[in-house]
């Protein structure tokens, strides 16, 4: 079994994928968002296929720890996704997460228009290690 970890934003779904042992987040891909039933059936796809028990979602805190409109937005999907593939959603603190995959992108010399889904992708690898290095002790 796989955990996934996803980095949700308005435009796209950062997705990265553990590796069986949970010690590992590797980058998946993103999604483009469509609408929420194509959105839905592209997670289930990608939850078949890398036989995915477990999903871990960012949750868009503000820096203060408040929770913000991002994050009921976030929240609300959570529950649809959980409804619909049947498996448990936890969330993971995902603050800063964004700016930091971004900055290692730029410092990696990656063009404008190459950061652009990537960034997804990475913040998406940075919430679940984050999330599967916070459960090594349990």
């Not at 980058?27 to 959105?39: A, G, I, M, T």
């Not at 936890?90 to 990696?108: C, G, N």
């Not at 690898?125 to 999330?131: A, E, H, N």
């Amino acid at each position: 079994m796989r955990i996934m970890g996803l980095d949700m934003g308005q435009k796209r779904i950062g997705i990265a994928l553990s590796d069986t042992t949970h010690t590992i987040a590797q980058s998946y891909n993103h999604l483009k968002r469509k609408s929420l039933e194509d959105d839905i059936q592209a997670l289930k796809t990608i939850i078949d296929e890398n036989e995915v028990g477990l999903i871990v979602a960012g949750l868009p805190l503000n820096m203060d720890g408040s929770s913000g409109k991002q994050v009921d937005t976030v929240t609300d999907f959570i529950k649809i996704v959980e409804e619909k593939t049947g498996l448990a959603v936890k969330t993971y603190d995902e603050r800063l997460t964004s700016k930091l995959a971004e900055s290692v992108l730029i410092e990696s010399d990656m063009s404008r228009k190459k950061r652009k889904g990537k960034v997804d992708s990475l913040a998406a690898v940075l919430i679940l290690q984050g999330y599967l290095d916070s459960t090594k002790n349990d």
